[in-house]
């Protein structure tokens, strides 16, 4: 499990749905129901679990408990399945929200499934990677060197020391320069962002270049998230200075060398940010406030993530504890956990 933010990079993050269909008795009319839940991977010691947080209640509970049957746990997906390592063997599994095995520990590695229904795996027999479906079925053959999780439609692949693009039929797309660096090798939101010596540049879902690394003005950027009202990157230039910039190429929050610890903007319209060693949060008006009014959730924490759908961000307090807290800084977790995952959105439906 990540444990903590990649100072200004961030990993894609998903919006998830399970559907779960219930038939009780014979009635001859139906109405449709739901619950909408949020599913949080925790670590307390070496015991690993899962809570879930119920918005409409604003309680959480522990969904499945702690225990040291896992020796890691990663995010739920839209079909309802999560990855987890099964202690006693080493090797990755898939569990339902009851922590019951669906797809057997089998796998050396292995990913939360994508919103296309696949996921990367790698096969035990030959260590080459490859993709499943919800039923452990090989969807694309294991033939890769390192394959990574779909997104966008598109998949970032390695074979004969060739990196590639394929869909979801294994077609190949586009090939991707050896000379490029990825910090987030997937799409995000429709951009796929690289990096050589001279700078970093970001390119469409066609393979075209949008701003190219050879010529742009920025050193290092993230992945393009929403920040509530448009796409943004946390962006470097060239005098070490970070900021925010839209996928037009204009900064939409500029450069400055206090945005220390910049990391993505969550829908909610915050965004991590350190001031003195400590980490808070900025909304998008970051540069157009006095230095000492530019920060929404006050710095006084010792690691952050960005917020996650629905409006949730894993905190750490300066004891070492992690929780969870909503976008007005309240916790709705209490700093308890030694590792908190990313936090996904389940949404179970019933059927009466």
């Not at 006693?88 to 569990?95: D, H």
């Not at 995000?188 to 393979?207: E, I, L, P, S």
Request: charged share 20%; glycine share 10%.
């Amino acid at each position: 499990m990540k444990s903590k933010t990649l100072r200004g990079i961030l990993a894609i993050v998903f919006a998830l749905m399970t559907i779960v269909t219930c038939t009780l008795g014979m009635a001859s009319s139906a109405t449709d129901s739901k619950s909408v839940y949020y599913m949080i991977p925790v670590r307390q010691g070496s015991r690993y679990g899962y809570l879930q947080y119920q918005k409409s209640m604003g309680s959480y509970n522990v969904q499945i408990p702690l225990s040291q049957r896992f020796s890691d746990v990663k995010p739920f997906a839209k079909n309802g399945l999560a990855p987890a390592k099964n202690t006693t063997n080493g090797q990755y599994g898939y569990v339902d929200r009851k922590g019951n095995w669906v797809i057997q520990p089998v796998y050396p590695d292995a990913s939360t499934f994508a919103d296309n229904g696949l996921a990367n795996v790698q096969d035990p027999k030959t260590e080459k990677w490859g993709y499943i479906n919800s039923k452990g079925n090989w969807v694309i053959r294991p033939v890769y060197n390192k394959a990574y999780p779909f997104a966008d439609g598109l998949a970032l692949v390695l074979k004969d020391w060739n990196f590639y693009f394929i869909n979801s039929k294994n077609q190949k797309q586009f090939n991707v320069s050896k000379d490029y660096n990825y910090d987030l090798p997937q799409f995000c939101n429709g951009y796929f962002v690289v990096r050589t010596d001279r700078g970093a540049g970001y390119m469409d879902t066609k393979g075209k270049l949008i701003v190219n690394p050879e010529s742009s003005k920025i050193l290092r950027m993230g992945p393009f998230y929403s920040n509530g009202s448009k796409l943004v990157a946390v962006a470097e230039d060239r005098y070490g200075a970070w900021g925010y910039i839209g996928t037009d190429g204009k900064w939409a929050i500029h450069p400055s060398r206090d945005l220390e610890g910049a990391d993505r903007f969550g829908t909610n319209g915050l965004a991590p940010a350190v001031n003195s060693g400590s980490y808070g949060f900025i909304d998008t008006q970051y540069d157009q406030r006095a230095t000492s009014d530019r920060f929404r959730i006050k710095p006084q924490f010792r690691n952050v993530s960005p917020f996650y759908e629905g409006g949730f961000a894993a905190v750490q307090k300066k004891n070492g504890k992690w929780g969870v807290i909503n976008s007005r800084g309240k916790y709705v977790v209490p700093a308890e956990y030694d590792a908190i995952g990313e936090i996904t959105k389940v949404t179970v439906y019933y059927h009466w």
